[in-house]
């Protein structure tokens, strides 16, 4: 079922997903530090003693990540309307944003080999750029299970807003408008004009 004027978040999936990337990305980035702290002690023959340092290190890392991870999936708030979507997530850093159905674009979904596994997908919305009329991507619905439906239900809503510049909120859009309605005026005018004098040739042609 699709939410609709309602808060939802990331599948309860996409959980187990975010610690096991977050865990494995921290172990990456700190694999210098940690040879460094064990490999002193297998030196020194301390073999048993490296292996628990190491151990208690994975676990501080782990009950840190498992603490952030629930903090950061509770932080995740998502909110679809008539007219726009809204978004918020973060721990430490809140960030929040809205996003009008007549500035996007596209949406595309991306599943990663261990999205795959967890059966979950990213929604990434391109959305008009602020400048030089370049797409980017604003906001990414994250860890969704069915990211199809929800991409089709969001673009019914993109396809029935007549779309909006956005550098100026529908200025620019309101000005080509009348413009555009000036030309049409001088055009008609012109035609009327010239339909007179036809007409009026062939009234002294009849004489």
């Given at each position: 079922m699709i939410p609709f004027k309602e808060d939802f978040k990331p599948s309860p999936q996409y959980k187990p997903y975010l610690f096991i990337t977050t865990f494995v990305s921290i172990l990456v980035a700190s694999g210098f530090t940690l040879g460094a702290i064990v490999f002193p002690f297998l030196l020194t023959g301390l073999f048993p003693i490296a292996i628990a340092g190491f151990a208690f290190i994975l676990l501080i890392i782990?009950?840190?990540v498992f603490?952030?991870?629930q903090r950061y999936y509770n932080s995740i708030v998502y909110h679809l309307n008539d007219t726009e979507m809204t978004w918020k997530r973060g721990v430490?850093?809140?960030?929040t944003g809205i996003v009008p159905y007549n500035r996007i674009t596209n949406i595309d979904i991306?599943?990663?080999p261990v999205m795959r596994i967890f059966k979950i997908s990213n929604l990434q919305i391109q959305t008009a750029g602020n400048s030089g009329g370049k797409a980017g991507s604003e906001i990414s619905i994250i860890g969704m299970e069915d990211a199809e439906p929800l991409r089709a239900f969001i673009m019914d809503f993109v396809r029935g807003t007549a779309?909006?510049?956005?550098v100026t909120g529908?200025?620019?859009?309101a000005g080509v408008s009348v413009?555009?309605?000036s030309v049409s005026a001088s055009d008609m005018a012109q035609l009327i004009s010239e339909v007179a004098a036809i007409r009026k040739l062939l009234e002294?042609?009849?004489k």
């Open positions: 782990a009950v840190f603490i952030w991870m430490w850093f809140k960030k991306s599943q990663g779309p909006v510049t956005a529908g200025n620019e859009t413009a555009s309605s002294e042609q009849n």
